[in-house]
């Protein structure tokens, strides 16, 4: 027996539906059924426009680290620049953190949490 059929006998689903059209459902969307509930969490966000940023706060505010993929909006640098200066003093004032880990990518941490920013040799 393979994991999807245990696990859609575990949900109680019938052989008509397979756990992939299950987990693809409306009501699934913020539950995770193999993992129990946690803490907080790594949240990943498509930068795509200025409103993005409320939604990026609010996920810092709830004490969830954003990993941020700044690829949708790259080719206006100078949006990207106004947006990510924005954040990172957002994040400044809240005590948190901000580091780019690569072109595309952007991790944020709720207050009290840091990222080791050097390397170790």
Request: glycine share 4%; aromatic share 4%; net charge neutral.
């Amino acid at each position: 027996m393979g994991i999807f059929e245990k696990i859609s006998r575990g949900l109680g689903l019938g052989k008509d539906m397979n756990i992939e059209e299950y987990m693809d459902t409306v009501e699934m969307e913020n539950v995770d059924v193999l993992h129990e509930a946690a803490d907080f969490y790594v949240k990943p966000i498509a930068l795509e426009s200025e409103a993005d940023i409320s939604v990026i706060e609010d996920e810092l505010k709830r004490k969830n680290i954003v990993l941020l993929n700044v690829t949708p909006i790259a080719k206006q640098a100078n949006k990207l620049k106004r947006i990510i200066d924005e954040l990172k003093t957002y994040v400044v004032k809240t005590n948190g953190d901000i580091a780019r880990i690569d072109n595309d990518k952007i991790l944020l941490t709720p207050s009290k949490v840091k990222i080791v920013k050097s390397r170790k040799k």
